[in-house]
């Protein structure tokens, strides 16, 4: 017997886990003075987003978005494939 996974909560869990990521990488590399290949390719996926204060804040919400949707698609998946008990 499996328990279910409610999707808004994997959701924000996994939206706030990634949109702090985006924003502390984003002061991390601030802090080192460089930037890098990563940065870029963000910068593609999430428009607006450049290696700044604002920047990290723009990736903040992006990554935040993108987190809760694959969040609930993931307990969405889960919970259609486990059996029921």
């Not at 590399?29 to 723009?58: D, N, Q």
């Amino acid at each position: 017997m499996y328990a279910q996974i409610k999707p808004v909560a994997l959701g924000v869990a996994l939206g706030l886990g990634w949109g702090l990521s985006i924003f502390l990488l984003t002061f991390f590399i601030m802090w080192h003075g460089e930037t890098m290949e990563l940065t870029s390719k963000i910068g593609r996926v999430y428009l607006g987003y450049t290696v700044s204060a604002p920047g990290a804040f723009i990736g903040l919400a992006y990554g935040f978005v993108h987190g809760l949707i694959g969040g609930c698609f993931i307990a969405f998946v889960y919970n259609k494939l486990v059996p029921r008990g």
